[in-house]
């Protein structure tokens, strides 16, 4: 059956859409209203990515958010959506080098929040956690590529993986999470014939962002693609809408009106 036609997507649905070739759309969500919306518009899977660290609470990077942020944003997101796989991230601190810790932070949750999947940045280094949350149960989304809980390793968020070494690495780690039995790997910015290359080589999906088209979906921050945050434009961002311009027209309009006593009218008035 064609996505479009499920009632709700579950990791199932895609593997199937893999293997019909359907592409997945994802999309980040980080609150009720915005999830309602875009799971409203048919997206089958929505991302409570810790990039809420820098879209919702203003940091420099996603580091600083905690486990109980996330399990705040994941639930506001779970009481909107019906239809969407909801996938949620695990926040930096809470898995790496630790299984028992990862397991119990993925537990965490789901059982407080009552989302779909867990989302764990890394290859060969977090296997042990990949193993022992997939054990309890819960679906794992594995990252490979410019994972940015690890910027202070890197340095920078510069494509990665351009290298012969970096590029061999992640096809292995590919196959590494695959065998562990993830259900679908985020690729972020990597070359997009590398992309291209894992997404033939590897049976569950591929989900780009930065990655080119050869993936089987793409995902992207919903703040990015709507324009609301100006001040990130990589090349791979396509903004389908300037919401930061149409925000502030709408705020300076309300403002005026307040000043020249426009609003209320007599309409809006008891
Ligand atoms: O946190 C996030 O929004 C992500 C996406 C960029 C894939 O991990």
């Not at 109980?68 to 926040?91: C, F, G, K, Q, T």
């Not at 100006?230 to 307040?258: A, C, M, W």
């Amino acid at each position: 059956m064609k996505a479009s036609k499920v009632s709700k997507v579950t990791t199932h649905v895609l593997q199937e859409m893999k293997l019909r070739q359907e592409k997945i759309s994802m999309l980040t969500a980080y609150d009720y209203s915005m999830a309602r919306i875009v799971d409203r518009s048919g997206i089958d899977v929505i991302l409570v990515g810790d990039s809420a660290a820098n879209v919702m609470a203003g940091h420099k990077t996603t580091l600083p958010i905690t486990l109980n942020e996330m399990i705040y944003h994941a639930s506001s997101v779970m009481r909107a959506v019906s239809r969407a796989l909801v996938v949620v991230d695990l926040p930096f601190g809470t898995y790496q080098g630790n299984s028992r810790e990862a397991l119990l932070s993925a537990i965490r949750i789901m059982k407080e929040s009552n989302a779909n999947a867990v989302k764990l940045e890394g290859g060969k280094e977090i296997l042990e956690s990949v193993d022992r949350i997939l054990s309890a149960g819960i679906p794992v989304m594995g990252h490979l590529g410019l994972t940015p809980q690890s910027i202070n390793k890197f340095g920078t968020y510069v494509v990665r993986a351009t290298h012969e070494e970096e590029a061999k690495k992640l096809v292995e780690d590919a196959h590494l999470l695959t065998e562990a039995g993830c259900f679908a790997l985020v690729l972020e910015k990597i070359p997009a014939v590398l992309a291209e290359k894992v997404t033939r080589e590897i049976s569950i999906p591929t989900i780009g962002i930065g990655a080119g088209v050869q993936v089987d979906g793409q995902v992207l921050v919903i703040h990015d693609m709507l324009g609301i945050n100006q001040d990130f434009s990589p090349r791979f961002l396509r903004r389908y809408h300037n919401l930061y311009e149409e925000i502030k027209h709408s705020v300076e309009t309300y403002i005026s009106d307040v000043k020249d006593q426009k609003f209320p009218n007599e309409r809006e008035q008891y």
